[in-house]
């Protein structure tokens, strides 16, 4: 499987911005797919996970109510909403697909993308 994000850029705080995530292979359906960041300086964390039907989420607290993932199994796209950024959602966000139930884990995750930057100003 390869991952490619995209969707990422410069908003002001409180604004929006899409993230997608294009998956190549047939077997996309089958991968539960998480979304990972990383600030500078900072290790890279988890932001959101779903699983591989798309019927269950789940989120890191610092995003929850705010961001919002979803899958869509015949176009091979996982999505990150976000919105209400906050300059603290500044990082590079990684797309990443596993077959695991433990979403947050990132060792848990087979493929990963190559990063799209967003940047959250003030």
């Known amino acids: 499987v390869q991952l490619q994000a995209s969707g990422g850029g410069l908003v002001q705080a409180g604004g929006s911005l899409r993230l997608s995530c294009a998956a190549s292979?047939?077997?996309?359906?089958?991968?539960?797919m998480g979304w990972f960041r990383q600030a500078p300086g900072k290790e890279r964390e988890f932001v959101a996970g779903?699983?591989?039907?798309?019927?269950?989420?789940y989120y890191a607290d610092s995003v929850k109510g705010r961001f919002t993932i979803s899958k869509d199994n015949a176009k091979n796209t996982v999505y990150l909403q976000m919105n209400s950024l906050k300059p603290e959602d500044t990082a590079v966000y990684y797309c990443?697909?596993?077959?695991?139930?433990?979403?947050?884990?990132?060792?848990?995750?087979?493929?990963w993308g190559q990063g799209t930057q967003v940047t959250v100003s003030s």
């Open positions: 779903i699983s591989s039907s798309g019927g269950y989420t």
């Open positions: 990443a697909a596993g077959r695991t139930s433990w979403m947050s884990r990132e060792e848990l995750y087979d493929y």
């Open positions: 292979g047939r077997t996309f359906s089958t991968y539960a």
